[in-house]
Structures are given as structure tokens and as C-alpha cells.
């Protein structure tokens, strides 16, 4: 354990119980701002690091609170950036809004949706309906977001709705998004905020980190346990509490908004503390491949002891 600063020793209590813990590791789900890059300087240890868990055959999934964009934006922007994923590693708290819908109420199809245009494409593409500002065109559920394309009959329209109590989901918890404009971007909680003061409801459901039912979507998908999903992010109460919330292996890094001395005495403390992912990586590589030279090893000492038995 001495080789690792910062492991968590109340949950993870051995050097045994830290390898167990990383060898049982088949998913990675990652953070973005703050995690694999700042803004838009993609960090150094990120390229190498996909590479390693690539060799290492342990898949990964790139996960935003933010649904403003499409998947395609976002594949886009990390492509502008080098990294090269696919549809199923990106997963957005709209698409794990689509992916609950869909598990949890297949009859809802018809949603009045407060989101930017690529968000309701998503949604229009999985076959839901998105319903207009009209009181005739009756939805069967609200879904509220980061709706930077706001105006306010639409938000009126969904206070309408909500009072008529149809289902209401939320896509996020996060009531600001983070930027380096001079600006505050208000964003779900805030606009959730505002509906709950005019109709006197919060949302039935909420999205997003730190609810587990983010990760619910890509469980399904690989088919794993939560013991084999690490969360690595740069939010406690995000990235961490999403981990702790669906027991999955939390891994806090030092490169986006929180520091070491906050990181400590947060609650829930992060499993494993790093300063960066590739230091992570690193761990991970390192544990992998010293497993393969004791496996190769004790292969060796089998032939060996054949070989002796073959003579005798
Ligand atoms: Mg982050």
C-alpha cells in the first residue's frame, strides 16, 4: 500500500483487497472537463492512457451531466482533440434520460421537452415525440434540461404540464455549468428551480451524476456488476458520489476542481486518490502486467515439475 499515497483505507483496507478490487476492473467510466481535459487542451496522460486500457482489454465510456450537445457533437469535439471514440463510449445524461424512459416507461413516447434542438433530435431519433407549445398537442411527460435555447412560453408550457402531474424528469442535477466566460450558465437545477417555485413540484426523477441510474444504461450494455466499473472524475459530488452511490470503485483526480486537502475530508472519501489518470493508468498496467509474470512464472514452475516427472 506504501507504493499508493492515497488509497482509502476505511474501504479499502489491504494491499490484497486494493489488487482484488483493480483486477475485477472491466469498464472505466470517465469524467470529462477536469478529468481527460481542461476546456479544450486534451491533457498529456489522456492518449496514452486510452492506449493502455485498450491493451489491457478494459473498455471505457466518456460521461457527461451535460446534454446540450448531440452525441455526434460530442464525438466531434473529442475527435478535434485526437481521441477517436465511438457512439457506445459516449454517454450523455440525455441518453441515459432516453435509456430510462425506455427500461422504465416503453408507453411514453410523446414528451413535451425542455432541451436545445440537437438534445430533442437525440430523443426524435430513439422515437419519441416531441411535443409543441400548445395546449392541444398533449404530451405523456415533461422532461426538463440544460436548456440553453430557453424561452419563456416553453418554460410556461412545461409549468403547464408539470401541474397537470405528468411524469417529470430531469436530465441533471446541476444547477450551474462551468465555464471561463464572464457569465453564469444557469443550468437544469436552476431552471428545475424555477418551475418548482411556479408549480410547487420538484422533478419526480433526476438524472445525471451522482445518480446511479446514469451508469444504468451502460451496465446494461457491457452486462457488468457495479464492482467492475471504476468512476474516475474531478467532482466529490458528482463523479465520487455517483461511485459511492452505485458501489462501483471511485477514483478521484487532482486536475480539475478538487485539491487534495478538500479531496480528504470530503464525504464520501474517494476510494483511491490520484494526481492525474495516467497515474491511474499506471497502477492498473503495472498490476496487470506483474500478474502476467507470476502467471508466467507459475506456468514455467508446472512445465518444470512435468518435465521432472516425465524423467523420474
Ligand atoms: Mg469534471
New binding site residues.
Partial sequence: MNQYRYINQMSINSEVELETRLLKIKHIAL?????IYNGNTLFHFTLPFLAKMKELGIKYSFLTNNPTKSIDSYLEHLASMGINATREEMYSSAQATIDYLNKNFPEIKRLFILGTPSMINEFEKDGFISTSDDPDDVPQGVVVSFDTSLTYPRLCRAAWWIEQQLLYIATNPDKVCPTDMSVTLVDCGSICSSLEQATGRKPDIVIGKPDPRMLEGIQQHYQLESSQIAII???IYT?LQMAYNAKALGVLVLT??TSLNVAENSVPRPDIIVDDLGEFGEMLYKLYNDRLCINNIKKQIQNLECNRYEIL
Fill in positions: 469524467d470529462m472537463d477536469g478529468t472524475g474531478d467532482r463523479d480539475g476542481e
